[in-house]
């Protein structure tokens, strides 16, 4: 039985770019400001779909990923963040003026294997990926934001052409209130 894995990918052409009726906001690539800039762009965000901080961590993930790999923590470039919410999404762009995740097909092949050795219980063969590393990797890198963020965007989660702009979209269960009636 071939098993199903979440890949990320690439398409300058899915909707989740699409930036119509988004609010926009950018900022430099000051380290330092990330959970400034994240509290600015969650405020917007209705009190339903703010589930115990989960949105605003995984958000701040990726804008500073974008400060960090993208911009290499220079002030003088620019992450651009595109967001909309309602009750039942949230739909975020983050783009950097970094030359792109050139490493998307390692991290891919990486966590396939991952997933492989947690299915199959192999806890020695699973240790080889416990953190994906390149060559700019830095000792707080491991790309386990990526593995968390594949699962909790399950709207998509996609980069563009030069894959220095991801989208991503989490959809969010309605929640009823009021009385049931028999």
């Not at 699409?18 to 959970?35: A, G, V």
Request: net charge negative; aromatic share 12%.
């Amino acid at each position: 039985m071939e098993e199903q894995y979440k890949l990320l990918r690439s398409d300058d052409n899915d909707p989740l770019f699409d930036t119509t009726n988004m609010l926009y906001k950018e900022f430099p690539s000051d380290f330092r400001q990330i959970r400034y800039f994240t509290l600015l762009i969650v405020q917007s965000a209705p009190l339903e779909i703010k589930e115990i901080n989960l949105l605003e961590q995984q958000i701040s993930e990726v804008i500073k990923n974008a400060v960090k790999h993208g911009n290499g923590c220079d002030i003088n470039k620019k992450v651009r963040v595109w967001y909309s919410f309602s009750p039942s999404h949230a739909h975020i762009i983050v783009k950097d003026e970094g030359e792109g995740f050139k490493d998307l097909e390692k991290w891919n092949e990486f966590n396939k294997k991952r997933i492989e050795c947690l299915q199959s219980h192999n806890f020695e063969e699973l240790a080889n990926y416990v953190s994906f590393r390149t060559k700019k990797s830095d000792d707080q890198d491991g790309g386990n934001a990526l593995f968390a963020a594949l699962e909790y965007w399950d709207g998509g989660y996609v980069y563009n052409g030069k894959r220095n702009g991801v989208a991503m979209l989490k959809r969010f269960q309605k929640k009823h209130h009021g009385v049931a009636v028999e």
